[in-house]
């Protein structure tokens, strides 16, 4: 988790023609592999659309990438970046920071103000990545968006994901710094998950998920079923409760060996 600022070398650029964007075909395999990659030639068409495509570049190798496509929200229109990746040897040194600025300042060039993407909410890192350092809030979770036998990354728990939006002429919601409250999901010592029977009331709300799930579905992957079960079910009804996920205290600010999701209720005072 060492965050060396070796993206000071990276150059992004904004993809157009097919030769560009041939490499993020690959790009695509090398992270999630086969399964639903998105060809060049569709990319093509959706850039001179109006969509967002940038390449993060060590000298002439692409090491990451970003794909977005215009979106229609709330009368509003929008950026759905569908995926930002970055090759696993470049991780952890702000690659993709650098990738979702760019991102940022040419949606607001084209007069967009909203960002939307999903990610695995039991994702740790993405957590940290797009709640602590981009500032994006949280209310529609979707049980099995890509469907319940799609394997990405984790196995056997389905593809429940976070609709996360990012809101580029806001600030990000501040936070107390410590909720000393109980969360509606916990870490038990053992890794496995428990949940609280509070009610879903207060102006915060805690769910907590494991420092990294990928480790501990190698080593328990036993554990990884109830904790996308527990999850969900805390999710699904807190923001039925009318609860915003706004933030995300990872392992390290904690000094915890779970992270934990910070969920807000504007309407409660
Ligand atoms: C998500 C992704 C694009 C982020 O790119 P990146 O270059 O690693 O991002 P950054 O380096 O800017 O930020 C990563 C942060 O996560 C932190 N981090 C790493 N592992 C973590 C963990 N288990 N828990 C919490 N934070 C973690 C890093 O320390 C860093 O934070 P810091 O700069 O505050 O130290 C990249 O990790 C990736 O390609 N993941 C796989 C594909 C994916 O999930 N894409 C997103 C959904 S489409």
Redesign the pocket.
């Known amino acids: 988790?060492q965050?060396v600022d070796k993206a000071s070398s990276i150059k992004i650029h904004e993809l157009h023609e097919l030769a560009q964007l041939k490499p993020v075909e690959g790009l695509q395999r090398e992270?999630w592999g086969d399964i639903g990659v998105i060809p060049a030639m569709e990319m093509v068409a959706v850039a001179a659309a109006g969509g967002c495509i940038l390449g993060a570049f060590d000298n002439h190798e692409m090491v990451?990438f970003s794909y977005g496509f215009p979106g229609f929200e709330h009368g509003e229109v929008s950026l759905h970046s569908h995926?930002?990746?970055?090759v696993e040897k470049?991780?952890?040194?702000?690659?993709?920071?650098k990738l979702k600025l760019v991102q940022k300042a040419r949606t607001l060039a084209r007069g967009i103000h909203r960002i939307t993407?999903t990610?695995d909410p039991l994702?740790?890192?993405?957590?940290?990545?797009n709640f602590?350092?981009l500032g994006v809030i949280c209310d529609r979770y979707f049980v099995n968006f890509y469907g319940e036998d799609t394997v990405l990354f984790l196995e056997g728990v389905g593809t429940d994901r976070f609709w996360v939006t990012w809101r580029l002429d806001e600030n990000p919601a501040v936070i107390p710094a410590k909720l000393d409250i109980e969360p509606l999901v916990a870490m038990k010592d053992s890794g496995e998950p428990v949940r609280s029977n509070k009610p879903f009331s207060g102006l915060y709300q805690l769910i907590e998920i494991p420092?990294?799930v990928n480790e501990l579905q190698k080593h328990h992957p036993d554990f990884i079923r109830p904790w996308r079960e527990a999850t969900r079910w805390a999710f699904v009804e807190a923001l039925k409760a009318g609860y915003v996920v706004v933030g995300f205290q990872?392992?390290r600010e904690r000094g915890h060996h779970a992270?934990a999701y910070v969920l807000h209720s504007p309407n409660t005072r």
């Open positions: 988790m965050s992270v990451g995926m930002t990746a970055v470049y991780r952890d040194s702000s690659v993709g920071h993407w990610f994702q740790s890192r993405n957590a940290h990545f602590h350092k420092a990294d990872g392992p992270g």
